[in-house]
């Protein structure tokens, strides 16, 4: 399966053909590489060259390294949580400049829109009222800033789920469950601001409802539009 490493670049070369093997399918999740000692001689490599390129390959998430008697090397499945965990920690953090998630709501969330008025079903449009209900609550009942913005976080969620694209699901995941901090920083806290905000999603939601997905998309641009708006005045 493997050749010997070339010697100008041994701990490298070391890690792409293993990683290419499990990529390429070759070495399967939940299977064992080879043993150490099989591992050596196929790269002709030292014991701390091939430990230091494994170690590397489980920080990539490729492998999990398990001690004892039945322990080794083994492939894992793919796994998305590295990733966003890193994602979420740079939207929390406000490490993405402000004005590179304005683009990213405006080109995106217009698109999400559309599709989940495209493929929606009468379950998802049940879960969608629930969470603009829940919205709706902490504005018409007991004023609740934070509690409206979380609620406002799984709408977009929420359609992205409907949109059934597993990246804008997992990446809208990451945005919108850590963009409260650009909010608080960046979005007035008055009570007509999320009155505002309110409408456009309950517009929102009636034409996702229909299968409108043309005007879904047109409202969804206009209100990322309309709040970033809002929030570069603020800042």
């Known amino acids: 399966m493997f050749e010997k490493a070339k010697q100008n670049r041994v701990f490298q070369d070391v890690v792409e053909q293993i990683q290419e093997a499990i990529l390429d399918g ?63 920690l740079m939207v929390r953090r406000k490490e993405i400049p402000f004005e590179n998630l304005q683009e990213f709501r405006s ?42 913005i979380h609620a406002d976080g799984r709408f977009h969620q929420q359609l992205a789920k409907m949109a059934r694209n597993q990246l804008f699901s997992l990446v809208q995941k990451a945005v919108h469950e850590n963009i409260h901090e650009y909010f608080a920083s960046y979005l007035s806290r008055k009570p007509e601001i999320l009155e505002e905000n309110l409408k456009d999603l309950d517009a929102i939601f009636h034409a996702v409802k229909a ?25």
């Open 26 to 88: 070759r070495l399967s999740p939940g299977e064992k590489l080879p043993s150490e000692r099989e591992l050596k001689e196929s790269f002709n490599i030292s014991r701390g060259t091939l430990r230091e390129a494994l170690r590397v390959l489980e920080q990539k998430g490729l492998i999990e390294i398990r001690l004892g008697v039945r322990g080794g090397a083994i492939v894992k499945k793919a796994s998305t949580t590295p990733m966003l965990e890193t994602l979420s």
């Open 107 to 148: 080109s995106v969330e217009s698109d999400i829109a559309s599709l989940a008025a495209q493929r929606g079903t009468p379950k998802d449009f049940k879960e969608l009222a629930a969470i603009l209900e829940e919205a709706r609550g902490h504005l018409e009942g007991r004023y609740d800033w934070d509690a409206f």
């Open 211 to 235: 299968g409108d997905s043309s005007r879904a998309a047109r409202l969804m641009a206009t209100h990322v539009v309309k709040f970033d708006l809002h929030m570069a005045r603020q800042s």
